[in-house]
T-cell receptor, first 110, second 112 residues
């Protein structure tokens, strides 16, 4: 299994930026880094993914280290609705198979 | 666009009964995935299909579990006979090629 390591939990204040780290030291050159989040009582929801370059979309930004052994999901202004479990996942080469770890539980304080 | 549709949303049944969970993927998606989520084990991939063909069922816990995809718009996950340890939330997801997966809202299964 492709391994990622995330903190169990993090806390943020509303309307402040949040940086969620992920270590993936065994990543190989063709593995994509995906982020999903799971709101309470819902299925996981796609957030963002990337290979080498930093990525931005309407939900978040993904910063990938130059050696690709770590990445950071950035929520620019946390809202209460962003309270969820965030999963960092490696997609191995062209296999469409994900291994979800335990994720980071983000708590957003008003 | 309608998302991934799962039914039922909740199922409570007695040990030994057959349970059938249903999933309708997003139209046009050629991959379909079944996951199980428990507090102890987190989110686990059970099986996935590509173009209605099972590709990897290595996550299916035992022979009591079976999954089928008779056509591109429907899949079932069946447990027979069911046991209390099968209690979990079961998610279905679909994707187009290797694009991001879209998940349904899940079926919360309780085996008494």
């Amino acid at each position: 299994d492709a391994k990622t390591t995330q903190p169990n939990s993090m806390e943020s204040n509303e309307e402040e930026p949040v940086h969620l780290p992920c270590n993936h030291s065994t990543i190989s050159g063709t593995d994509y880094i995906h982020w999903y989040r799971q709101l309470p009582s819902q299925g996981p929801e796609y957030v963002i993914h990337g290979l080498t370059s930093n990525v931005n979309n309407r939900m978040a930004s993904l910063a990938i280290a130059e050696d690709r052994k770590s990445s950071t999901l950035i929520l620019h202004r946390a809202t209460l609705r962003d309270a969820a479990v965030y999963y960092c996942i490696l997609r191995i080469d062209n296999f469409n198979k994900f291994y979800f770890g335990s994720g980071t539980k983000l708590n957003v304080k008003p | 666009d309608a998302g991934v549709i799962q039914s039922p949303r909740h199922e409570v049944t007695e040990m030994g009964q057959e349970v059938t969970l249903r999933c309708k993927p997003i139209s046009g998606h050629d991959y379909l995935f079944w996951y199980r989520q428990t507090m102890m084990r987190g989110l686990e991939l059970l099986i996935y299909f590509n173009n209605n063909v099972p590709i990897d069922d290595s996550g299916m816990p035992e022979d009591r579990f079976s999954a089928k995809m008779p056509n591109a718009s429907f899949s079932t996950l069946k447990i027979q006979p069911s046991e209390p340890r099968d209690s979990a939330v079961y998610f279905c997801a679909s994707s187009a090629r290797v694009q991001p997966q879209h998940f349904g809202d899940g079926t919360r299964l309780s085996i008494l």
